[in-house]
């Protein structure tokens, strides 16, 4: 396939690998996001998936039905791509049952991407595979939404603020003094989730999100309740982390007077008394323009890179 077989629209493959509780909710904060940021822009998405991940039967079913082929990735021409993190099943990345496709994929779209976006794992995998930086264990997941400060300068952050909130929900992290001493530029951190967004330009750009700007309002919640759950049914051994910046009084409230009745009757039946607690207020999205703003100032370089290709070619 040719750069121009879509006619005008720019062309972007999503990887979606995240696990099947999330898998649809995933494909369409992405599709959301990026139809919100295309604006006027005409836009096709393609949506691929890690062959090797775990699925249940239903997903797999649902990728068979709606997602194309792995194997189709490597006889395209994408504009750019967008490769998602899903949870950890071991210690050791490279023993992970999709290591050999997931670093195959990072070769590939070097040399046939204008840009590829790696977020949280897959941008532990790729930095990995390509300089050696091994991601470093939290004692306690790192969950919730986390100042971040401008500290880079670069297209991809046209007319963003000097400081914005971004949900983090992570196991692991890549140390920035690491990452800048292999020569990735970061362009925004945090006191607490270090860094938040880095880059390295070759063939192709790479933009590493440790964080997941594309999250729902009450994404945090669905997790800390899914790790709630596992508490409960004895698949964890400690109960989880409540995310940080992210509950108002109230709501937190009322989940610490759940956390101590489940130390003390540790049953699933418990959940059903799990508080009804709102994060859709606009607090709770304060996320949202930033990220937005990076998508747009994203797609326009993917949409520039186009232009001259064609000019170049006439």
Known sequence: MSPHDEGDSIVIGLVNNMPDGALKTTERQ?????????????????IFSLPEALRGEASRAYITENYEKFSNLWTSRLDGLIVTGTEPRTAVLTEEPYW?????????????????????????????HLDGIG????????SGVFDCVRSGDHRILAD???????????????????LTAAGYQILST?????????????????????????????????EYHRDVSRFLRREREAYP????????????TALVAFRERALLERHIDLLADFPAVDVQGRSARAWRP?????????LALL??????AHARAL
């Open 290 to 298: 930033q990220a937005l703003r990076l998508y747009a100032n994203w």
């Open 160 to 178: 963003a603020p000097h400081a914005w909130r971004i949900p983090h929900s992570r196991s692991n992290d890549l140390p920035a003094q690491a």
């Open 135 to 142: 991601r470093q264990r939290y004692p306690e997941k790192l």
């Open 241 to 252: 982390q409540m995310p940080s910046g992210y509950f108002d009084a109230a709501a937190a």
């Open 303 to 308: 949409a520039q890179s186009r232009l001259q």
């Open 190 to 222: 945090s006191p607490v989730a270090g860094a938040d967004m880095f880059i390295r330009q070759g063939k192709s750009l790479f933009v590493y999100l440790q964080g997941h700007p594309e999250y729902d309002p009450d994404s945090l919640l669905r």
């Open 100 to 128: 050999h496709s997931l670093t195959k994929l990072v070769d590939w779209a070097q040399e046939n991407t204008t840009s590829t976006v790696w977020s949280c794992l897959a941008a532990h995998a790729a930095v990995y």
């Open 30 to 46: 992405f599709r959301e996001l990026l139809c919100a940021a295309a604006g006027e822009m005409p836009l096709r998405l393609r």
